[in-house]
């Protein structure tokens, strides 16, 4: 995804349906209003369990 001009912003760990067990997603967004600073704070704000990786 960086590769295509996307950012890495946090993750966070979501227990995934129909398996019942635990994933962590990593949120990238590409934003083509020039706001680059922008972050989509849904799923930050949604889930218990969110963080930042450092070697991402």
Known sequence: MKRIGMKYCYSYKEQW?????????RMYQLNF?????????????LYEEHF????V
């Open 17 to 25: 349906q129909p398996k019942n067990f635990p994933v962590i997603f």
């Open 33 to 45: 209003d020039g706001q680059k600073d922008r972050v989509y704070p849904k799923y930050w704000n």
């Open 52 to 55: 930042i990786e450092t070697d």
